[in-house]
C-alpha cells in the first residue's frame, strides 16, 4: 500500500525531475495530457499551468494514492499502466518514476508510440539508483535468512531494473520517434534522522513493509539503519547527501 503522506515528505526533492522532464516537451497546444501514475497529484495538478486549454487524464494503481489525487482535484482514475490505451485526443503522455515499477515496460513503451498519433510526445522518467548503496543495502538484507522467507517476491533483487538513457533512445527510435534522451545525478541535502531510510520507506521499501508486521518491520528498519549511515553520514550541520541518478526521455512520434 502507497503511503500519500510518506511519498509527500520529500515532494520538493522528487517534484524536480518531474519538471526537468517537462522542459523538454515541445506540445504548444495539446488536447489532451495523460498522466500515467499520478501518484498524489501534486504534480499532476501543475499540468493545466503549463497547458491550460488541455483536458488532464490521471491513473494510479493505488487507491489511496487516488483519493488524495481527486481531493486536489485530479481527475485521477485507479488503473494499472499496463492496462492504459491513449484515446485519439491524447497529444501528450507523462510518466514519472513509475515505469521501475513495471519489468515488461519497453515493450509498453513501443505499444503506446504504436497506439498514439503522429506528432504526440511520450515523456517519461525512471530512477537508475538500483546499484547505489541505498539499494544495495536493502537487496543485502533481504537476502539474509531471517528476511528471506518473508520478502522472496521484493522485485528489485536485481539492478538492471531500467535500461540507460542511450538504451531508451535506441529502443523508441527504432520504433519511429524523435528521441532526446539524458540522465542526470541529482545530490538531494536531506535534513532529519535516518533521512535516506525515509525517502526509500516511501518508495523502494514499500513492498517489504507490505510483506511484514508492525513488529517485523520495525525490526527491518533498526537492521537497515546503521547499514545505510555507513554510506550516508549525517554531516556536523545535520544534513545528509544523497545521490540520486535518474534517466529521462522525450520521445515524439513521428
Known amino acids: 500500500m502507497w503511503s500519500p503522506d510518506v511519498y509527500l515528505a520529500y515532494a520538493g526533492h522528487r517534484g524536480r525531475p518531474f519538471f526537468d522532464l517537462l522542459s523538454r516537451v515541445g506540445a504548444r497546444n495539446p488536447r489532451r495530457v495523460a498522466d500515467l501514475g499520478c501518484g498524489p497529484g501534486n504534480l499532476t495538478a501543475t499540468l493545466t499551468n503549463r497547458w491550460p486549454g488541455a483536458g488532464i ?41 513509475v515505469l521501475q515499477w513495471v519489468p515488461e515496460h519497453p515493450e509498453l513503451l513501443v505499444r503506446w508510440v504504436g497506439q498514439l498519433t503522429v ?13 547505489e548503496p541505498s539499494h544495495q543495502s536493502v537487496r543485502d538484507l533481504v537476502s539474509q535468512p531471517q528476511w528471506s522467507d518473508a520478502l522472496q517476491d521484493f522485485p528489485f533483487r536485481e539492478s538492471d531494473i531500467v535500461q540507460s538513457a542511450a538504451g531508451y533512445a535506441a529502443l523508441l527510435s527504432e520504433a519511429g520517434c524523435s528521441v532526446d534522451a539524458w540522465e542526470t545525478t541529482y545530490v538531494h541535502e536531506l535534513t532529519g534522522a535516518d533521512p535516506v531510510l525515509e525517502w526509500i520507506t516511501g518508495t523502494a521499501l514499500r513492498p517489504v513493509r507490505s510483506s511484514l508486521s508492525d513488529e517485523q518491520w ?24 544523497f545521490p540520486f541518478r535518474r534517466v529521462f526521455v522525450v520521445a515524439q512520434v513521428n
Open 119 to 131: 506528432g504526440s510526445w511520450l515523456a517519461f522518467q525512471v530512477p537508475d539508483n538500483f546499484d
Open 57 to 97: 487524464e490521471a491513473w494510479d494503481s493505488s487507491p489511496e494514492m487516488v483519493e488524495v489525487a481527486r481531493e486536489r482535484g485530479v481527475p485521477a482514475r485507479v488503473g494499472d499502466v499496463r492496462d492504459w490505451i491513449p484515446g485519439p485526443d491524447i497529444d501528450v503522455v507523462v510518466s514519472n518514476a
Open 218 to 241: 520495525g525490526q527491518f528498519r533498526a537492521e537497515l539503519v546503521p547499514m545505510l549511515d555507513a554510506f550516508y553520514p549525517m554531516r556536523a550541520d545535520g544534513t545528509t547527501f
